[in-house]
């Protein structure tokens, strides 16, 4: 990547191929020095990539026989400074704009290899004396050159995706700090990174690459026309109904804040000018108020702002025709509609992975499964891609992600730890494409593993919470999704700033988590963790002194460890082979007979009741559906939690 000078948030990535919008432009050469050599170079055409930062650029390809060698840099430009630097034939004058950003691959050697030298008159005489056997041969040796291909660009034939493999690519993985993350992922240092010119072109990039080395060509602008001829009233609607209802919701409360505003300096003039200590009493218990009601429509206006900022393309857009014209621009970034629809209409099926998970150590969360938002699809319920793309999604930008040089696969060619981990979380009560793909169908078929039949779950009315909002939790969550936003949650649009005081509280959906420590007092003694106090209630009424040792007045090892606190509590209470529970000391074999319940429901209680900010947490997740994460295995319903939060908010309004 090189920084830009203009502006330090853009970088360019070093892509040596000939963009293919400038595959058939007929651009102008132009004779230049770089590095101390003259050579030719042509440019290709303006790319508006960066103009909303205000920068224009143009990539700056080397010339060889008269043909495109390499790309090797960009010339950049402010938008503003664009009419100032075009002669008179429409081309960018070199002599009014600053120096290029030359790529960090290109040295005095590639530039010497096809340096252009000025002939005098006195060397043509000579040149044309030149034997036929030598110009054959000159030319045999430029060819041979042009179809070179750079080791670092070649694909190579992919082995058999086995267990096999996966055994070997693990076995000869050299873990690195400068690893790309997807290597440190998947214990395979057979996985890289390409990334693009970025902006809101970049999911349109990854496929173009992916394609390309399929021989498909197809550019960014072909590709953006396809998606937006797949736009009719109903995804306009839906489009401008959202963006209405949030723009909406944002004047309502900043009216709302303005308001406080003005009565809080009323408040603080009313409370100088009063000498009764009772009215001052009350003012300052009305200012108190007002000062929490305007902190939390404050957060409930960020919220409200991050959403408007996926629908800010409609500012703008008052019919379909508006919404295919900018679905064809930069402006538009790919949302869950655009990959599905892409999705279908290309036969390709993305295979996303999050790499903002992964640095917020949620590491079981990485694959993301993704929705059928596509209507044809999901009518006809089976979708046969004809390729798949691996790509990262950093929150904002995807990159490419290779597997032995190779950046697009057919079914047998995905990598098998990538088909497994599929069949893991996608294929198990999901709603995304991968459930209707049959050849992932009987990849799960073969592996022995039967899919129950898909039944119609009816959920009955349920006073604990309200089912079309979920929130998922466990340990490792990533603390980034908005409430509603994360991976297996859902939350009806336009509900998401009733939980803007929660999206405040940092790691919230960890701390929800029974493994999280949070001190508290029970049955006389304290406690690191829930999952401290339930594995020790089971030796509660059987053996007292072992049943002190998960007390964290005890000062043992297993007091203060979670890991240990659950192996000691374990069936075998072994850990790493060790035994930390004698052999003679049972667990209640009454215990999950219902004291199991009554243990957690008591730790619960403890823990979200004693602590201000899990009391907090707790109740602001009003009354969504708690789910717990458990790997490969369906989400379970925390319902003793949500027995415990029914319970203190009751509390709290008595």
Known sequence: ??????????????????????????????????????????????????????????????????????????????????????????????????????????????????????????????????????????????????????????????????????????????????????????????????????????????????????DKDISVTELRKKLSENVNEELYKNYKEKYDMVLSSIHDTDVKMKQLNKLNIELRDRLKQSKDREEQKLIVEQAKHVSETYKRLKSELKISKEILAEFKIMKKVNSVEDLKKVIKTCEFWADDWAISTLERILKIKFILFSSESWKEGDKKNVLLCGQIIDNIMKEEGVFEPQYYILADYTGNHYKLITYMNHKIFNFPQIPYKIKLLISENCLRGETGAFKIIPQFQKFNSDLGIIEPDDVEIIEESNNLYDKDIVFQYYIKSNNKPLPGKGKGEMIPFGKEKEFAKLSEIADWRKKLDNDYPSEYELDGHKWYSVEHYINAAKFKDTNPEFYLLFSLDSKSNISKDITLAKAAGSKTGKHKGELLRSKDIKIDPSFFGGKDEQALESALNAKFSQNEEMKSILLNTNKAKLMHFQGSAPPKSSDTMMLVRSKLINEYKN
């Open 1 to 214: 990547m090189v920084k830009s000078i203009l502006n330090s948030s853009i970088n360019y990535p070093e892509i040596k191929t000939l963009d293919l919008d400038d595959k058939d432009y007929d651009a102008t050469q132009y004779e230049y020095n770089i590095l101390g050599t003259d050579i030719i170079i042509a440019l290709g055409q303006s790319k508006y990539t960066f103009v909303d930062q205000g920068v224009i650029f143009y990539p700056i390809y080397l010339i060889k026989n008269d043909r495109v060698y390499k790309q090797i840099g960009v010339f950049e430009i402010l938008e503003s400074q664009l009419p100032n630097v075009i002669d008179e034939d429409d081309d960018l004058d070199l002599d009014l704009i600053d120096k290029p950003l030359i790529f960090d691959f290109v040295d005095i050697q590639l530039l010497k290899s096809v340096e252009h030298k000025r002939i005098s008159i006195d060397s043509v005489n000579n040149k044309e004396d030149a034997s036929k056997k030598e110009l054959d041969k000159e030319k045999e040796e430029e060819e041979e050159e042009e179809v070179e291909i750079d080791e670092e660009e070649k694909q190579y034939d992919l082995p058999q995706q086995d267990t096999k493999q996966v055994e070997k690519e693990l076995k000869e993985f050299t873990s690195n700090k400068t690893n790309p993350w997807v290597q440190e992922y998947f214990k395979s240092n057979n996985y890289n990174l390409e990334d693009n010119e970025g902006g809101g072109d970049c999911l349109f990039a990854v496929i173009r690459e992916a394609l390309k080395t399929v």
